[in-house]
């Protein structure tokens, strides 16, 4: 059968529609995670979990939803970009009165960034 195009039956293929949302990606992960776990990582890993469960809840008072929490990062959706910004400079501002209250060099620090954008799975 050379030459037969097996798809030109004039009927295309059901592909359902699934709507798109906008809606706007915040990730956070940590500065020099590799240096402070060498320093003491019992103590790093603490502290990342007290820092990812503050952002968690600042990003929910922002209407949005921590979508995955892994090791050092930290991925959550909001549907505004205005939210996301707010809860990121909300958490931010806390968290280094919260950083404060530790004596030592173990201070891990927070980088995010928002990736605003439509998708079918938010």
Known sequence: M??????????RPYIPRVPLHFGVILNADL?????????????VHERILEAFRRFSETIGRYHGR??????????????????????????????????VKY????QPKIKSKCHPGYSRHC
């Open 31 to 43: 500065a020099d995670l590799t240096r402070l776990v060498q320093q003491d990582e019992q103590l």
């Open 103 to 106: 004596k030592d060099a173990i």
């Open 66 to 99: 921590v979508q995955e929490l892994w090791r050092g990062a930290l991925l959550a959706k909001l549907e505004l970009a205005s939210d996301a910004v707010m809860a990121t400079l909300s958490f931010k501002s806390d968290y280094q009165e919260h950083l």
């Open 2 to 11: 050379t030459g037969v195009r097996p798809y030109v039956t004039g009927v």
